[in-house]
């Protein structure tokens, strides 16, 4: 199998307010305000620098289920530079961004594939004409997802190649959190994936080693408690 590398990454929440700006001065405040779109822009910028064959995104992508229009329109061009690198990117929906939610009418770079919410969808990664992986994914078509999603994925089997699940969801009881699609650790290692892309949480933890059970964490802290 032809070796490949990709980024993981979630809960952007472009264009969130942050929390306790009353006590900073404007300067700061205007800072803070633009941070979110800034670190998109350097994942975007790490996956080209690194050539990456293609980005995960695992939901929340947006602050809310009504998304801003500046926040699509940004989210789309970061998207178009690396379509023009030639990086695949593969995106899950969560709790504050549902599809059930306003869209702007946007056409989406050809590299991207959001995946649906009615059911797991898969699909398969090629490089050189050569099959490298497999994803399975379902986004939140609403907001309130309270079922175990992860019995909606089929067993991976032995012969399949290197396979992801991505999925927003709260496993086990993880603290400080809405249980939006709970499930437990057994229920994921049991689908024999190779990589779970998870988001939610905002706090970076791998949950296992083997197979890898990855929250990233989010890249900019919301307010003084996160980093």
Same mark, same amino acid.
């Given at each position: 199998?032809?070796?490949f590398?990709?980024i993981?990454t979630?809960d952007?929440?472009l264009?969130?307010p942050? +929390?306790?700006?009353?006590?900073?001065?404007n300067?700061?405040s +205007?800072?803070?305000?633009?941070a979110t779109?800034?670190?998109?822009?350097k994942?975007?910028?790490?996956?080209?620098k690194k050539e990456?064959?293609?980005?995960?995104?695992?939901?929340?992508?947006?602050?809310s289920?009504?998304k801003?229009?500046r926040?699509?329109?940004?989210? +789309?061009?970061?998207?178009k +530079?690396?379509?023009e690198e030639?990086?695949?990117?593969?995106?899950?929906? *969560?709790?504050h961004d549902?599809?059930?939610g306003?869209s702007a009418?946007l056409d989406?770079p050809?590299?991207?594939?959001?995946?649906? *919410?009615?059911?797991?969808g898969?699909?398969?990664?090629?490089?050189?004409?050569e099959?490298?992986a497999q994803?399975? *994914?379902?986004?939140f078509?609403t907001?309130?997802?309270k079922?175990?999603?992860?019995?909606?994925?089929?067993i991976?089997?032995?012969?399949e190649?290197?396979t992801?699940?991505?999925?927003h969801c709260?496993?086990?009881n993880?603290?400080g959190?809405e249980?939006?699609?709970?499930?437990t650790?057994?229920?994921?290692?049991?689908?024999?994936y190779?990589?779970?892309?998870?988001g =939610?949480i =905002?706090?970076k933890?791998?949950?296992?080693n083997?197979?890898?059970?990855?929250?990233p964490?989010?890249p900019?802290g919301l307010n003084p408690?996160?980093?």
């Amino acid at each position: 199998m032809k070796a490949f590398s990709f980024i993981h990454t979630s809960d952007l929440h472009l264009d969130a307010p942050f +929390r306790g700006l009353s006590e900073i001065d404007n300067e700061i405040s +205007r800072e803070l305000t633009e941070a979110t779109f800034k670190t998109f822009n350097k994942i975007i910028d790490l996956c080209i620098k690194k050539e990456v064959d293609f980005l995960l995104i695992s939901g929340d992508i947006y602050d809310s289920v009504d998304k801003s229009l500046r926040a699509q329109l940004q989210f +789309r061009n970061g998207l178009k +530079r690396l379509s023009e690198e030639d990086i695949k990117v593969y995106i899950v929906h *969560g709790n504050h961004d549902p599809l059930n939610g306003w869209s702007a009418y946007l056409d989406w770079p050809k590299n991207v594939y959001i995946f649906d *919410g009615k059911a797991v969808g898969k699909l398969y990664v090629e490089k050189d004409g050569e099959k490298i992986a497999q994803i399975y *994914g379902i986004s939140f078509q609403t907001r309130d997802i309270k079922t175990n999603l992860t019995q909606k994925f089929p067993i991976k089997e032995k012969s399949e190649p290197f396979t992801i699940g991505m999925l927003h969801c709260n496993v086990g009881n993880k603290t400080g959190h809405e249980p939006y699609a709970p499930c437990t650790l057994q229920d994921l290692i049991t689908r024999n994936y190779d990589y779970w892309a998870l988001g =939610h949480i =905002h706090n970076k933890d791998i949950l296992n080693n083997d197979p890898l059970i990855v929250y990233p964490g989010n890249p900019q802290g919301l307010n003084p408690k996160e980093t």
